[in-house]
């Protein structure tokens, strides 16, 4: 055991250069986003893997959908406290919770990037209610999973990757992740190509691909690893939802390693999902996680 740990440090050291995290390895898990009353302390989480919640969702918009001009609310599950969060990063010191920006809709309203006028006082607005809410619930990042876009003159990338860039230079947060999905890689790759050296990882939705053969996979991985950078792409499962399902998924991740990518890291969508389910596919997506960080 103490070997194993000593392995470990050694490995984290290799890859503090590379990657800027201690163990190199991540579990990106969205939680808290369709009301199921799901628990942080539910979920299986395995030492030697930076774990990361995301909880789903931050919008800015009042409870009917309107817009507030960048002033972001928390809207995930009750169950999802501060006194929780603190607790669960207590007893994981691995674990690391980010407030996921958006999702699809809020109510029966879909939610857009709706290109505020003003982008300075949009850019403040948000970085004042996400530090606050950042504060409250003892986050260390976001991601940003907005789903829709106008046609054109986007002002999306800048308004975000001026919001990040901020929030991690004020020390507010210390990690970013992306979520686009194949309508929206455009907006993404925007975003990606001006401001990337804040953004950590890529949690593509490979589910809307609708993929669902190991080999069709790795297809859906190479194109996505070219519009983004190969090393921050993280492969993704949707838990009873679209694209390649059971342990194909796990055939998949193989076969990625097979073909010289490096898997770093595994995105489940989502732990509300997996609650009914004894959360089998986060405890494999770390097993095979921790197999291949041995075996680098
Ligand atoms: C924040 O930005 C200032 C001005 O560009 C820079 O000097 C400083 O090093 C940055 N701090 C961090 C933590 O990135
Ligand atoms: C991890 O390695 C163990 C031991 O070799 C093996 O039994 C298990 O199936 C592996 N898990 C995955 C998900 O590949």
């Known amino acids: 055991m103490f070997k194993f740990h000593l392995f470990l440090f050694h490995v984290s050291g290799f890859l503090f250069f590379s990657h800027q995290f201690c163990y190199g390895k991540v579990m990106m898990e ?3 986003a369709t009301g199921v009353p799901v628990k942080l302390d539910d979920v299986p989480i395995e030492d030697g893997i930076d774990f990361h919640f995301l909880l789903s ?3 800015d918009a009042d409870p009917s959908g309107n817009s507030q001009n960048g002033k972001f609310s928390p809207y995930w599950a009750d169950t999802l406290t501060p006194e929780s969060v603190a607790a669960i990063k207590q007893s994981h010191p691995n674990v690391k919770a980010l407030a996921s920006l958006s999702g699809w809709s809020i109510g029966n309203k879909v939610l857009r990037w709706y290109n505020p006028v003003d982008v300075q006082q949009w850019i403040s607005n948000a970085f004042s209610s996400l530090s606050s809410i950042a504060q409250q619930y003892h986050l260390d990042g976001i991601d940003i999973d907005y789903e829709n876009f106008p046609r054109r003159n986007s ?3 800048y308004c975000i990757g001026e919001l990040i860039t901020l929030l991690k230079n004020q020390s507010v947060i210390s ?3 992306i979520a686009p999905y194949h309508k929206t890689v455009p907006a993404y790759i925007e975003l990606f190509e001006n401001y990337g050296d804040v953004i950590d990882f890529v949690n593509y939705q490979f589910y809307t691909d ?3 053969q190991a080999r069709s996979y790795v297809e859906a991985f190479k194109l996505r690893a070219g519009q983004f950078d190969k090393d921050k792409v993280l492969p993704s499962y949707e838990v009873n939802g ?4 059971g342990d194909a998924f796990f055939d998949a991740l193989r ?3 097979a073909n010289g ?3 770093n890291g595994v995105m489940i969508f989502s732990a509300d999902a997996s609650s009914s389910g004894h959360y089998y596919y986060e405890t494999k997506s770390q097993d095979f996680l921790l197999n291949s960080t041995v075996s680098v």
């Open 255 to 257: 076969l990625l390693e």
């Open 210 to 212: 609708k993929v669902r």
């Open 242 to 245: 679209r694209g390649i399902q």
């Open 155 to 157: 002002n999306f990338a």
């Open 175 to 177: 990690l970013a992740t």
């Open 30 to 32: 969205y939680i808290g």
């Open 261 to 263: 990518f490096s898997v």
């Open 57 to 59: 969702f931050a919008i």
